[in-house]
């Protein structure tokens, strides 16, 4: 299966090479995966090459420009689920795809896999991605006085907040299964391109022989059971 970058701005193609090895990875997945109907929250490279492969995909959230050819797109504002009269979106997905959207939401945990419930088939899988809450390069930033996370943007509009609340893999997996979901495959991965600078290299080749629990990114793979 061929996966490439979608065209667009210099920011969007810096981001996408620094994100590659992630989205090949999750493409990978949902390709392993595909059965049926898909859904893609926060749609972008993912679906771009699903398409580009002859996978039809609905979308779910803010479509990109660059994304062409979705079966059937839903603008939604993903912070409002079941808030001030918002229901939870219904649906009947076999594959679900949320990738490095999470960390960016209002919301607690719980509510986000209430509403992966409600949009996933009987027997379906969804697939989520979101930045490891305590990797490596985070604990080195507190010993040395920093906070790796991002301030609050006092701006903030649906999709541009930045990470609100980043996870761990056991609070993934706990929450999950508390939602009633099984777990497939649980994986924590350093996927980011670290290629920037001397000392970037180095941590990266350093912390490819680091326990999972110290890597950079979270894959996991749920299935709604009968």
């Known amino acids: 299966m061929q ?3 979608v065209p667009g701005s210099k ?24 059965k049926g109907a898909i859904l893609e929250i926060g749609p972008y490279t993912i679906t771009y090459n ?14 990109s420009e660059g994304v062409k050819g979705v079966n059937k797109h839903i603008e ?13 979106i219904k649906g009947n997905y076999n594959l679900v795809i949320i990738a490095e959207v999470i960390e960016h939401l209002h919301l607690d945990l719980d509510r986000i896999l209430r509403q992966l419930w409600e949009l996933t088939s009987s027997q379906g899988v ?6 490891n809450a305590t990797a490596l390069k985070k604990r080195m930033a507190m010993i040395a006085g920093k906070n790796p996370f991002q301030m609050i943007i006092d701006d903030y509009r649906p999709g541009y907040g930045g990470h609100l609340r980043e996870f761990t893999r056991k609070e993934l997996k706990t929450y999950s299964e508390k939602n009633g979901f099984e ?17 970037a290299r180095l941590y990266k080749l350093f912390s490819n022989k680091l326990p999972q629990l110290l890597r950079d990114g ?6 709604k059971p009968v």
């Open 3 to 5: 996966f490439q970058i």
């Open 11 to 34: 920011e969007e193609i810096a981001y996408q090479h620094y994100h590659f090895k992630r989205l090949k990875f999750a493409f990978e997945k949902a390709i392993q995966y595909a």
């Open 50 to 63: 699903l398409i580009k492969n002859g996978f039809n995909v609905d979308t779910l959230g803010y479509l």
């Open 76 to 88: 939604f504002d993903l912070d409002s689920l079941g808030k001030g009269g918002h229901h939870f």
């Open 126 to 131: 969804v697939i989520i991605q979101t930045p």
């Open 183 to 199: 777990v497939l495959e649980l994986h924590t991965l350093n996927y980011f391109d670290y290629s920037h600078s001397y000392k």
């Open 218 to 223: 979270v894959t996991i793979i749920l299935k």
